[in-house]
């Protein structure tokens, strides 16, 4: 009998612990090495985004020391505010394992939208902006419809909408081919100039800390209070320091420039929003069950109609607020908005941010890490005085390993049992 | 009768009366004109070969299919059921054969699927207690309810499946093959919850193929043949009787190898001195 596990033998064994064949990891080191055996696994989570961007990052800095500089990773962080909210919408989709290829085409739309009805016609600009969202979501709701009541794929109803929205987009800008939007405007300082001043910014990169600390210590309290294990107070301590420290030092870095843009402050907050509304509400959960198991999801009782149309309506929402911030940015609403590879940057960087696009696995956060990678990659060959063509192979070349390490791993989490 | 849909069960009471009921798919009927009674606190088998339309009736008390013609009464009150949600809010659970598991959540996410506590900021600690007081109900065998279900065995998978089913205090359960990919000590341990689930005074339809099961919790045995009834029986009948029913001849293939068998024995005894 001595040879039993400790746990068995103790009076107060948590409800959860009772099973004496399952490992379980307690203190900073049992994290550490259960980190180690999800990893084995292929359960990568963002692992292997981070590893490409420290390359990326450690490859372009030796080529020209340029790139992480403060001015320009500030640059950087204007650039992958637009796309980057392109891409969130992108996640929403891609989490019911569907897919949007007009994304480009309707931020395009919204950035001639808001040219035509604010400059052209004087509407107030907050106005434009809000009929440019609502069109947006309009369109998502149709693709939402072809896709609920007559099954036709998302993969061709939205590229049927790449062309139609184009084509409405050449329709409204008309003959003059593009509109500039005035310097010296709120929407476009907003897009080029104006970052938050030093103190809010240190504060604000307090804040992930602080929340994750009272929450997670809230968390501990109750499942002790109920008599379930919970995960050590010393494991989150050491994770909400070292979150800490790296978010300001990071911040302060930054503030040695122009600091960070409110743009950049605008797209992490959707990502925060978009985190909390996939991991800890019932929209997220019935989001993932429908991308897991569409039958499944629709027999526990979920109006799986109403999901699609909830994911079709947000990614083009997001789209349409990413073009308008691409407008504010180039100060101007164009032909050419949209076009080329915005499109396909914005699917690109969600996937590379892991993902997955067989549907019911993602993350918000896989937009903020992938449209970092994809302008990185754009960044780094621009101060190379490089040409586009390279930057088309290179980023290519990017999102194939990340697909290639996406259906690596989902091989593995099968073989090792996990979804 | 119909103004307490809402209340207690209670003890006899008809709960889902089916008459009449009919479904095609395109030119087959996969049911025809089905007449079905489950009383509260009653266990009634459904038994029948493949392709009886056994899983297509649990799908139509499930909300999955809608019946071509034929009327549901839940409660002594005419109801139809449009989608599977539905049939869960009038108190109609069901473990399909497939389980309908999403296997890249967790198990309490699965359990809670489309009922989650505090739809706005999901209460994980209050529905990681009340999965564990459900499995532990049920004995599971469950190592963690925070593992994705691919990494569960066909057993435990089953076990997760119908402790959803009594998560909603449901007044009919409806068991799809519940004890096919189980081993001993858990189909006892399933059939040992079929009769605590009666016990508390519930309608349980169970579809086996297993006789042996059928018969150790059955009150009644129904029969379908070809989309049709074909008999009810009492759990005591004879083997025989609820073959011919199940296959619709005295000489079957399942007589005929009784036969053969009992033949050869007769021959090995008369060979041996």
Redesign the interface.
């Known amino acids: 009998m001595s040879a039993e596990p400790k746990q068995d033998t103790s009076s107060s064994t948590a ?2 612990r009772s ?1 004496v ?2 490992k379980h990891q307690a203190g900073v080191g049992g994290a550490i090495s259960a980190f180690f055996d999800r990893v084995r696994s292929g359960d990568l989570g963002s692992l292997p985004v981070i590893v490409g961007l420290v390359i990326i990052w450690s490859v372009f800095t030796a080529l020209n020391p340029v790139f992480v500089s403060s001015s320009n990773l500030v640059n950087l962080l204007f650039d992958c505010s637009t796309v980057g909210v392109i891409a969130l919408g992108i996640v929403c989709v891609l989490m019911v394992g569907e897919i949007d290829l007009s994304v480009g085409s309707i931020s395009g739309f919204a950035s001639a939208m808001v040219g035509t009805l604010w400059v052209n016609q004087g509407w107030p600009v907050a106005l434009a902006i809000l009929a440019a969202l609502a069109v947006g979501g309009f369109i998502g709701a149709l693709y939402a419809l072809l896709f609920n009541r007559l099954g036709m794929p998302s993969f061709v109803s939205t590229l049927a909408g790449l062309l139609a929205v184009l084509g409405l987009q050449l329709y409204i800008l008309g003959s003059t081919g593009s509109i500039n939007l005035p310097y010296g405007s709120h929407l476009v300082n907003f897009g080029q100039l104006l970052v938050m001043p030093d103190w809010l910014s240190y504060a604000l990169a307090a804040v992930p800390g602080i929340v994750m600390l009272i929450t997670g210590l809230r ?1 501990v309290s ?2 002790r209070a ?1 008599n ?1 294990s919970a995960p050590s107070v010393g494991g989150l301590i050491v994770r909400v320091a070292a979150l800490t420290i790296l978010l300001e030092l990071i911040v302060g870095y930054l503030n040695q420039a122009r600091g960070i843009p409110w743009m950049f402050g605008l797209f992490v907050g959707l990502v925060v929003a978009m985190n909390y509304a996939l991991t ?4 997220g ?2 989001m ?2 429908v ?3 569409r ?9 799986v109609r109403s999901i699609y149309l909830s994911a079709f309506v947000m990614c083009s929402m997001f789209a349409a607020l990413g073009g308008v911030l691409s407008a504010a940015r180039l100060a101007s609403a164009s032909q050419q908005a949209g076009t080329g590879d915005v499109n396909l940057n914005a699917i690109a960087a969600a996937v590379i941010g892991g993902t997955s696009l067989f549907g ?2 993602g993350s918000a956060y896989s937009a903020l890490l992938g449209i970092i990678v994809i302008q990185s990659i754009a960044s780094g060959l621009t101060l190379l005085d490089l040409s586009s063509s390279l930057r088309y192979m290179i980023t290519g070349a990017v999102l194939a390993i990340a697909v290639i390490v996406d259906s690596l791993a989902r091989r593995s ?2 073989s ?4 | 009768m119909s103004d307490i849909s809402d209340g207690p069960v209670s003890a006899g009471e008809l709960v889902l009366s089916l008459r009449g009921i009919s479904k095609n798919f395109g030119a087959v009927s996969a049911l025809t004109e089905i007449d079905l009674d489950v009383h509260a606190g009653e266990v009634v088998a459904l038994v029948g070969d493949n392709g009886a339309g056994k899983s297509t009736l649990v799908k139509i008390l ?1 909300g ?1 299919h809608q019946p071509t013609s034929g009327t549901i009464d839940f409660r002594g009150k005419q109801v139809t059921m449009p ?3 539905a049939a ?2 009038l108190g109609i659970a ?1 473990v ?1 054969q497939d ?7 967790d198990v309490v ?1 699965n359990i809670f ?4 506590l505090n ?4 209460d ?2 209050a529905m ?2 009340r999965a ?1 007081t459900l499995l532990n109900e049920l004995s599971a ?12 065995s066909g057993g435990q998978r089953q076990t997760v499946a119908i402790a ?1 089913s009594l998560l909603l205090d449901p007044k009919v359960i409806l068991l799809d093959e519940p004890t096919a990919a189980l081993g001993v000590a858990q189909t006892a341990e399933v059939l040992n919850l079929i009769d605590r689930v009666r016990e508390r005074g519930l309608g349980v339809l169970m579809i086996s193929h297993n006789m042996e099961d059928v018969r150790a919790v059955a009150d009644r045995i129904v029969v379908l043949r070809l989309g049709r009834n074909n008999g009810v029986f009492e759990p005591d009948a004879s083997n025989q009787e609820l073959v011919s029913a199940i296959t619709g001849a005295a000489n079957n293939a399942v007589s005929r190898r009784a036969e053969r068998r009992k033949a050869a024995q007769a021959q090995s005894q008369e060979q041996r001195p």
Not at chain 1, 280 to 283: D, E, N
Not at chain 2, 99 to 105: G, P, Q, S, T
Not at chain 2, 113 to 116: C, I, N, P, T
Not at chain 2, 119 to 122: A, D, K
């Open positions: 409800l959860d099973d064949r399952v968390t109750r499942r109920v379930l800890r509400t019932q929209w959960r019935s993932t069950a991308g897991g198991n039958e499944a999801a629709r027999r526990a009782g979920i109006k019911g696995r989490r099968v090792h049992g996990r979804a | 499930a999955v989608d599977p949600s869960l809010t069901t399909f389980l309908a598991l999403c296997e890249n959540l996410a699927l489309g009922k989650e739809p706005l900021r999901l994980e600690v990681e207690i564990w065998r469950i190592p963690t309810v925070r593992e994705a279900v691919a990494s569960l959803r």
